[in-house]
């Protein structure tokens, strides 16, 4: 087994408790986009992304659509063995608020092929309305995805379509020179 293939049979939604509060949010600008990040290597690793992989482009292209906001960040906290984990924060006038935490990996496609199984969670969230908490969420993925683990710090998630968008991403990359300064594991 290849070491890829480990660290995306690790790939894992998280369901947590929220480390920052609803309270943070208060006004959502209509000119925001829906994926936002604030670090700048993360960035730069996402506009890669968009330029070279048209499944990653097509699914922040259905987040745009939406009514769910995606907050992109480094996981400053990272559980060992999950690369990366989808959150529920808050629903707030009509908008549906997550965070994808992601884990440094080996290399900037890795990284990249999992923000895309993030973000294809945040679709997923996307097109079922009815998820608006974390025990909705929960309830819906126990329904469509499947159990992949669980632990004191919470219950992990995922689906077979997630998995399958990191192996696109991966493949359309491929032969892409990604020139990131990306933090990556040791
Ligand atoms: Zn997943």
């Known amino acids: 087994m290849t070491p890829t293939r480990v660290v995306f049979l690790l790939s894992i939604v998280l369901l947590l408790i929220p ?5 943070d949010i208060v006004t959502d600008p209509v000119d925001m986009p829906n994926v936002r990040i604030t ?3 993360l960035r730069q690793l996402y506009q890669a992304g968009l330029a070279g992989s048209p499944t990653f482009r097509s699914l922040v292209e259905r987040l745009e659509d939406s009514d769910v ?3 992109l960040q480094t996981d400053p ?3 060992l063995g999950v690369a990366g984990r989808l959150t529920f924060l808050s629903m707030v006038a009509g908008t549906r608020y997550v965070v994808i935490r992601l884990s440094p990996l080996r290399s900037p496609a890795q990284q990249l092929a999992m923000i895309g199984h993030e973000l294809q969670h945040a679709v997923e969230v996307a097109e079922r309305p009815d998820i608006v908490d974390q025990e909705s969420m929960l309830r819906e993925y126990m329904r ?9 710090s919470g219950v992990a998630l995922d689906t077979k379509a997630a998995t399958e968008v ?5 493949d ?3 032969d892409q020179p990604l020139v990131v300064a990306a933090p990556l594991l040791p």
Do not use: C, K
């Open 19 to 23: 480390s920052f509060s609803s309270a």
């Open 39 to 41: 670090e700048p290597w």
């Open 69 to 71: 906001v995606v907050y």
């Open 77 to 79: 906290r990272a559980l």
């Open 144 to 152: 469509f995805g499947y159990l992949n683990g669980a632990s004191a």
């Open 166 to 170: 990191a192996w696109q991403i991966t």
């Open 172 to 174: 359309e990359l491929r």
